[in-house]
């Protein structure tokens, strides 16, 4: 099958852990007969320094004329004193926006051989399988008015959100539970804010098209506290861009490293953005220290939601579990007795499992 992918390396270590993605890909084309185009786009600082703004207009276009997109990270100190409306982070705003990617997935799986590797307690983290279903082109994140007034004297952000908006990220999140292990938490503040209980609502008027997935609601701060304690009682847990956004960076602790959480951006339709959770990591940038695992699952994703090629995003997952089981680790993780490897060592040793294995 030939599919078009657009590449937004970004900044920071963004370029290292796609290039690594890429590799990946290659294997699998060859493998199992596939051909993926790809072109390259500046996303984030690089677009600041070569166009003045953070994303253009012809980069939006090619995203909308691929089949997915892979993205590596935006940012850095470099544009620090940049104008707020042209920040690299703003180009990530607008993709998503653009592009219409309303839910934002992030599978949170404990790693068996990396369960040491958490700074939680092994049995706690041990059977936890979570998707967090993120609302990402609405909420708090896009609300207008959001702005200083009276010089500073009062400042205003805005959780907007349209009824249509919350039912199909509710809808989304239902058909995912009911094809994983039928539970689905839904996440607000519905105690204090008017737009939650709105949100509880449509949770509650939902459940009924899909009686088979047990409907659970917790408050933002429970939530919060439980994802720690006692990862294992979630399987699908849906909730606003803000909310989302801090849970889920919580909930990557369970894995041990920032490093290794894909994320998946999609709509109704099979076109999806797909990048790892975290950021550029300027600290490390350049030193081929990055873990491109993170990335290299969210290629997986891609081929999995986009591609419908389940096969083959298997084959990468397994490849990276066996490379964990091995003991192979960049340095962002803690392994006893593990081997530290560099960004490019790590997707070799990936990349000849894949070989092997399929
Ligand atoms: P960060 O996620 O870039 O880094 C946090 C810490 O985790 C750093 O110590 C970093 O070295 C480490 N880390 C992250 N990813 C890693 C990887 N793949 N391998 C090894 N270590 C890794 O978050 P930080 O430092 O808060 O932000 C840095 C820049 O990234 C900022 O400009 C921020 O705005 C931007 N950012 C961009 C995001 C995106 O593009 N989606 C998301 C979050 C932050
Ligand atoms: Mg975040």
């Known amino acids: 099958m030939e599919k078009r992918i657009i590449l937004l390396p970004g900044d920071g270590i963004g370029k290292e852990i796609l290039e690594a993605a890429v590799k990946v890909l290659h294997v699998v084309e060859e493998k199992f007969n596939h051909r993926f185009v790809y072109e390259t786009h500046a996303i984030g600082g690089n677009a600041i320094d070569r166009f003045g703004v953070p994303l253009t207009d012809e980069t939006v276009n090619a995203c909308k004329n691929a089949d997915a997109v892979l993205l590596g990270a935006v940012g850095g100190p470099k544009w620090d004193n940049v104008p707020a409306d042209i920040r690299p982070e703003k180009g990530l705003l607008k993709i998503r926006k653009e592009l219409g990617l309303f839910a934002n997935l992030r599978p949170i799986k404990a790693f068996a051989s990396l369960l040491h590797a958490s700074p939680l307690k092994e049995h706690i983290i041990k059977d936890s399988d979570i998707l967090i279903v993120r609302e990402l082109t609405s909420g708090i994140y896009f609300g207008k008015p959001s702005e200083r007034r009276e010089n500073g004297k009062v400042v205003v952000d805005t959780l907007y ?52 997935v047990e409907v659970e609601h917790l408050l933002v701060d429970a939530a919060s506290m439980k994802l720690i304690t006692n990862p294992s009682q979630f399987d699908v847990l ?112 990936i990349t000849e499992k894949l070989q092997s294995t399929i």
């Open 161 to 212: 959100y349209e009824r249509y908006e919350i039912e199909r990220i509710v809808d989304k999140a239902f058909q995912f539970a009911r094809m994983r292990k039928k539970k689905l938490t839904s996440v607000d503040k519905a105690n204090v804010l008017e737009s939650s209980r709105v949100w509880r609502e449509i949770v509650n008027e939902k459940s009924s098209l899909y009686p088979d």
């Open 238 to 349: 849906v909730t606003e861009n803000m909310f989302g956004d801090i849970l889920s960076d919580e909930a990557s602790v369970l894995t041990g490293s920032l490093g290794m959480l894909p994320s998946a951006s999609i709509r109704s339709d099979q076109f999806g953005l797909y990048e790892p959770i975290h950021g550029s990591a300027p600290d490390i940038a350049g030193k081929g220290m990055a873990n491109p695992i993170g990335m290299i699952l969210s290629a997986a994703l891609m081929l999995r939601f986009s591609f419908v090629m389940e096969e083959e995003a298997s084959a990468i997952e397994a490849a990276v579990n066996e490379t964990l089981s091995d003991g192979y680790h960049t340095a962002d993780l803690q392994i006893e007795n593990g081997t530290k490897l560099s960004t490019n060592e790590i997707t070799e040793v």
